[in-house]
């Protein structure tokens, strides 16, 4: 039976502002070109419904959040295929890097390969306590592909991110929040801690928490002065769109701000 984008990605609104979406290609949630697809259509939907502020991407398998590339897939095409399908793992997670929302993975299995790259493009991570994370393609003769090299050293280190590449060894949970890979650590279910932080995030302005993301991630990029302008034109900006005049007002009036 062939997958179909829409059994293998679902989503739903769980509260005003935040959409939970779930993966469900058994058995280990492989990134085949439907899950992709399901993933896109998925962000076709927020964007337009327009009011999402945090979506949450969880498994609805056990023991697995995604393990990573379809190997099956990759054995049975050519380099030009291989080509197309590395490019829509990118414009999944450099979608999801860039949407007006912010994104949390909450993962309580495994996350392998293309599955913590994935990860690694949601603005946050919750783990579990049986949460693992690597990127093991040197054993299948690749390195990541999907942004993996790039996003992984800027989270942890160099070192660090080599130590898990280059021995293509998992991280556990404690670690993962040890070293930053994870933001946040449960004992209990993650989906569960990962909506607890979704509405922590719900009552800031969302237009100055995507600006704290991009100056933060301007703060790796570029050099110091450079990042110290990219602050001053998102605070510019936010001061002159009326997001500050809102919260100024509010803070002055002992009221909670209505934001945008």
């Known amino acids: 039976m062939t997958d179909r984008a829409a059994d293998v990605v679902t989503w739903e609104s769980v509260r005003p502002g935040i959409t939970v979406v779930r993966l469900a290609r058994p058995p280990a949630n492989a990134l085949g070109v ?18 999402v502020k945090v979506m949450v991407i969880a498994s609805a398998l056990p023991k697995f959040f995604a393990a990573g590339a379809d190997i099956k897939h990759l054995s049975a095409i050519d380099a030009p295929s291989f080509t197309a399908y590395g490019d829509l793992m990118r414009a999944v997670n450099d979608r999801l890097e860039a949407a007006p929302w912010i994104s949390i993975a909450a993962v309580d299995g495994i996350a392998l390969g293309g599955g913590l790259e994935l ?37 942890v280190g160099r070192g660090r991110a080599l130590d898990i590449m280059l021995t293509a060894r998992q991280a556990d949970a404690e670690e993962a929040h ?25 009552g800031p302005s969302l237009p100055a928490q995507l600006a704290v993301v991009r100056t933060v991630d301007a703060a790796h990029d ?12 998102q605070i510019q900006s936010l001061f002159e769109a009326g997001e500050a005049a809102e919260g100024i007002a509010a803070f002055v009036g002992k009221r909670a701000p209505n934001f945008r």
Do not use: S, Y
């Open 34 to 51: 439907p899950l992709l697809e399901g993933l896109h259509a998925a962000m076709d939907a927020a964007e337009k419904a327009g009011d």
């Open 119 to 155: 990860a690694l493009a949601c603005t946050l991570r919750v783990t579990g306590p049986n949460g693992r994370f690597g990127l093991p393609e040197v054993k299948l003769g690749l390195i990541p592909g999907a942004g993996g090299t790039q996003r992984l050293p800027r989270l």
């Open 178 to 202: 040890r070293i930053g890979l994870a933001d946040r650590c449960t004992d209990g279910d993650a989906l569960a801690a990962a909506l607890e932080l979704a509405a922590e995030l719900l």
């Open 222 to 233: 570029l050099p110091l002065a450079d990042g110290a302008r990219v602050e001053v034109e």
